[in-house]
């Protein structure tokens, strides 16, 4: 405060906030001209911009005011140690996946933040052109201390590609966002051809026989138990032909017009796919190769 160069001595100096008429007080003089203030963020109810006035009067003096804009920032914070997460995720269908996430100030340490303002995730459903099908929003399950649980009900989701996007935050905090990316996926299924009569999936008959053999369905994902009530056929010379289920995990076949094929004097080799499917489960399109070799009779009746 000065007149216009020499300090003036003995000056009532006031500040105040134009948007807050709680916040004001008088400045200290720390010598001829010089005037000191310390305003704590703490007295701002809420983070944003504000207008700060300096009024400095004094008897047989002008009156002077000067405004100084003011920005009260949001404290900084992570979600899981990051400012921002987008995660891929992929699991089985009818399996249970629960998210986790900390939400904390970017001090050390940090301080994990509770009883937040914001506290829910929202989802889509997505076809195979990225169209939304189905949509919604949820609260997240507060844990304490900062820990928050998304329980999206997973096992009872059907397959799918599906857009999570999470938001937790808190008055006077940088709100943080986490997006997961989740692809609900079929289950596999695990082939088992019988050992004592197939070689590297090589089989034989001895011509004018039926073609006879018992495979296995497990499920790996389930400790590979037996898998039931799928469906099992084998495209044979171009004719599809069903197994039997017989309860248990396997399934059987008996091709009567394997016997049509007569040789005599080399083996004739031919390739047959099993194809399987069973609904929420995957087996390769291509089905599972497998060679039938029909092996002559000899002149004794001996292959």
Known sequence: FANPDLPILGADVEYSVVQNSQIYGNLTSLGPGQYEFELNSTAFIYHGRYDLQITADKLNYMQKSVTIALKINPINTLINNKISIVQPESIKVGTSKIFYFNYTTATTPALGLSNCSTAFYEWQRL???????????????????????????????????????????????????????????????????????????????????????????????NNDAPLTNATVWISFQGINHTFNENGNGTYSISIEEAANIQTMLLTESINSRIFITKTNYTFSSDGELITINVVPITMLGLP
């Open 127 to 221: 076809d195979d052109d990225g169209n939304v099908i189905e949509s919604n929003q949820s609260d997240l399950i507060e844990l304490g201390n900062g820990k928050y649980e998304l329980d999206f009900d997973t096992e009872i989701k059907p397959i799918g590609s599906y857009t999570l996007v999470v938001s937790l935050g808190q008055i006077n905090y940088i709100e943080r966002k986490a997006i997961i990316s989740l692809e609900i996926v079929p289950r596999d299924i695990n082939l088992i051809l019988p050992s004592d009569l197939f070689t590297n999936n090589i089989i034989e008959i001895i011509s004018g026989n039926y073609l006879n053999f018992t495979i296995s369905l497990t499920e790996p994902l």
